[in-house]
């Protein structure tokens, strides 16, 4: 396929999620024009008001589809990913981490898009990784490396946990922390090196803009090393709580995932989710440093969106107070 190309357009496939969304602004302030795929325009609003922002309505899992959207891009970020599937089988993320992963690649080559980058997980593997999440998270990075080549570039991240305004990890751990006195906790020790979402961005910016990080991986991770534990107890002791925080062994976490799994609704935790933690979720090689982004610490940042959020909460119930 000939189209015209323009140099400044960048496809970002997942940019209406926590990280996609921070990536388009981080876009934008550097002068690109984006174009976000998306099924319900909705889940977009904040984002069509941003300049140089196209949001278009299309189902990812077309190829036709992604071959339209690809036509006169420079670059395509892929951030779809999922956490947990709706079975246990492993197919759910396969669909979503290696099979939708192909197809983008396919369409990358047949529109002759230069650069593909694509969000994986500290962590990934295809073959040793303790749960589907991993497993498919690193045969989707094979599928890339195999489907590239002189005419695709690759580049791949693996970050750990991402924390920042609006995550899922801290703000979760927050709003159960508000509701009880006693936090029985899964995977106490499991060891994270939190990366704030905001140099996610700004490594993935500097990737798309050098050509030394074609064809590499790069590891993001934060520059400090926590348990689930000391994660837990410092968002309590942020919001002026005293709660009894009860680490499980590890019989009991898994009993916890089990019930979470099969027997609560919404996939809070499942056991893919504890096979995940079997695996420490931080890096050896510093790809924030190889791209030139200094790594922000958490307690540079959490401390202000949780404070933002407890006044949030103060002002919610002060209102529906008023309304009695």
Same mark, same amino acid.
């Not at 015209?4 to 990536?23: N, Q, Y």
């Not at 990934?124 to 990075?141: F, I």
């Not at 910016?205 to 934060?222: I, M, V």
């Given at each position: ?103 983008? +690649? =396919?369409?990358? @080559?047949?529109?002759? &898009?230069?650069? %593909?980058?694509?969000?994986?997980? $500290?962590? /990934? ?48 751990? +927050? =709003?159960?922390? @508000?509701?009880?006195? &006693?936090?029985? %906790?899964?995977?106490?020790?499991? $060891?994270? /090196? ?131």
């Amino acid at each position: 396929m000939v189209s015209k190309r323009s140099s400044h357009t960048v496809c970002v496939l997942g940019g209406t999620g926590f990280v996609g969304r921070e990536i388009a602004g981080e876009l934008v302030r550097r002068g690109y024009s984006v174009r976000i795929p998306t099924r319900d325009r909705r889940h977009a609003r904040a984002l069509q008001v941003l300049p140089g922002v196209e949001v278009v309505s299309a189902d990812v899992y077309d190829e036709n589809a992604l071959l339209a959207l690809f036509a006169d891009v420079s670059s395509v970020i892929n951030l779809i990913g999922i956490l947990n599937e709706r079975g246990r089988d492993g197919s759910g993320f396969r669909k979503v981490h290696v099979e939708l992963v192909e197809k983008i +690649a =396919r369409a990358c @080559q047949e529109d002759r &898009v230069p650069h %593909l980058l694509h969000m994986s997980a $500290l962590k /990934a593997n295809a073959e040793t990784g303790p749960s589907h999440y991993l497993r498919t998270k690193g045969a989707g990075e094979i599928a890339i490396r195999n489907l590239a080549g002189d005419e695709l570039h690759y580049t791949i991240f693996q970050p750990s946990v991402i924390f920042g305004p609006n995550d899922s990890f801290i703000n979760r751990f +927050a =709003r159960i922390l @508000q509701k009880t006195p &006693v936090l029985p %906790l899964a995977k106490p020790n499991s $060891l994270f /090196a939190p990366v704030y979402v905001g140099d996610v961005a700004r490594a993935v910016c500097q990737a798309l803009e050098n050509h030394h990080a074609y064809d590499r991986s790069y590891q993001l991770y934060g520059p400090d090393e926590y348990t689930l534990k000391e994660i837990v107890a410092g968002i309590a002791k942020e919001l002026r709580l005293r709660r009894k925080i009860i680490g499980l062994s590890e019989p009991l976490s898994r009993i916890q995932a089990w019930f979470f799994d099969y027997v609560i609704p919404g996939k809070i935790f499942t056991l893919d989710n504890y096979r995940s933690m079997a695996v420490a979720s931080v890096g050896s090689e510093d790809g924030l440093a190889a791209l030139g982004v200094t790594p922000t610490p958490m307690v540079a940042i959490v401390p202000r969106y949780l404070n933002a959020g407890a006044r949030q909460r103060a002002l919610s119930g002060f209102r529906t107070q008023s309304r009695r």
